[in-house]
């Protein structure tokens, strides 16, 4: 299966501490997209990428958020000094640029941050 | 936040009854997707309406886009309890930010 795959699946640190997500897109795809995902909401739009290109981000997201995708391929996204509140589910999807087209969803990173 | 709303929030119905869950945006959308979320799961695309008034059909589940593409519906005939998860619509602003609903947490009773 060439889906979407998120490194790791699981993630516990403590308040203060930095953490990195890996993204692995479907390689066709040249959009990439980060959301995040509380319990019993949907999945809350972060930021995307058209190739190494990132064209738009939440105006919602602190800058304690930043996500590269240097080579067009793989994507990282880093929360620096996090907070409890950014316990969630983060997921990243792909898609073709092709005008609407659907986004494939990857199985997430889970952060718990105590 | 949010600009896509979606009612009832939660459902409960027994097997063989039938489910309808609403989509509101504030905004004249050019398209909407649907996504499917299992209990555990990540969303998963299952149609994509662009047109006014559009209706589409996949086995028993129906769609249908609003004449002033601001409404959406998915409606789901005799459920099975194959159809438990959280329905989300999703919809393009401002570029290709796609927003999604609070979805419809659908539970079926055996």
């Known amino acids: 299966d060439t889906g979407v795959s998120q490194d790791p699946r699981h993630k516990i640190t403590k308040r203060g501490q930095n953490v990195t997500f890996r993204c692995d897109p479907i390689?066709?795809?040249?959009?990439l997209y980060w959301y995040r995902q509380t319990l019993g909401q949907g999945p809350e739009f972060l930021t995307y990428f058209q190739n190494e290109a990132q064209l738009e981000k939440s105006r919602l997201l602190s800058d304690r958020f930043s996500a590269e995708r240097p080579k067009g391929s793989f994507s990282t996204l880093e929360i620096q000094r996090t907070e409890q509140g950014d316990s969630a589910m983060y997921l990243c999807a792909s898609s073709f640029s092709s005008y609407n087209s659907p986004l494939h969803f990857g199985n997430g990173t889970r952060l718990t941050v105590t | 936040g949010q600009q896509v709303m979606q009612i009832p929030q939660y459902q409960h119905v027994q097997e063989g009854e039938d489910f309808t869950t609403y989509c509101n945006s504030s905004?004249?959308?050019?398209?909407i997707q649907w996504y499917k979320q299992r209990p555990g799961g990540h969303p998963v695309f299952l149609i994509q309406l662009v047109k006014s008034g559009e209706v589409k059909k996949q086995k028993r589940l129906t769609f249908q886009f609003g004449e002033a593409k601001k409404n959406s519906s998915l409606h789901i005939t005799a459920t099975q309890t194959t159809d438990v998860g959280t329905y989300f619509c999703a919809g393009p602003y401002t570029g290709n930010q796609f927003y999604f609903g609070t979805g419809t947490s659908l539970t079926v009773i055996p």
């Open positions: 390689s066709e795809h040249n959009r």
């Open positions: 905004t004249t959308l050019s398209n």
